[in-house]
């Protein structure tokens, strides 16, 4: 059964619907996206809603012109709020928040912005400056705005899930984040709204990037060297522009020199897959102790 949600545009509409929803002593979550929902976003939408019962799952629609940079897709990125509405109305979300541009920055860029430190530099950061200092600042304004009980983000965005966690922590913010799991295709390709820009040969290259990912894990238990080098052959078979492939710590730090059996590391991938560039990880459990910390970048 599918109802439409309510939809908030401004802060004072928001502001009504979660006053009535607290004087009823209902719990709040945040699902923030940027539309264009996919069934990646759809199982957010379903965490959420098992987070709270029957508490008020609000998914705020808002693509962030601050965590873009030049000459990256702000203008292109798809804007499609009438499906996201059925989406939403679908997952039995109760509340849209779709502001403008003008209404989430009255007074224009912020003055006073989350500086996101040195994670916020390295990985997608290197590629993408400013890019975290606008996903954080963005996410600490709809924390502000909506006061979630639980706010949830996919695990795809892994780096930003981790930055997102510290932001939280360091700055005392007082919600708990969920981190979902990322939905995939049968084929391994992890759901993103960046794929309707792949034409059908690019679609068909961009699968190197889970394929690689899924043979490091596999091979994980034999180390390190051994799950990169699995890992780089997948990504040489396809026509894809890598821009990293690292292994770090659950955190994103360095492993340690030689990490024992059984060590838990992630496994992060960029590519640029014709104009697109796509990003991917997985969890990884270490086997046999190798190297360090393990970056493999384009040469
Ligand atoms: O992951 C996204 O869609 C965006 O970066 C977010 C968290 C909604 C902030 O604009």
Redesign the pocket.
Known sequence: MSAVPDVAGTRSELATRLDDARAAGRRIALV???GALHEGHASLLRTARERVGDGLVVV?V?V?PL?FGAGEDLDRYPRTLAEDLEVCGREGVDLVFAPTVEEMYPDGEPQVSVKPGPLGKVLEGKTRPGHFRG?LT??AKLLGLVRPDVAV??QK?YQ?LTLIRRMVADLDLGVEIVGAETVREPDGLALSSRNRYLDPDERNAAVALSRALRAAQDNAAYGLDVALREARTELREHLVDLDYLVVTDPGLGELPACPPPGTPARILVAARVGTTRLIDNLPLVLGRPTGTHATEGES
């Open positions: 923030p996206t940027m705020s808002f962030n965590q996903v963005v996410v983000f996919g965005d930003q």
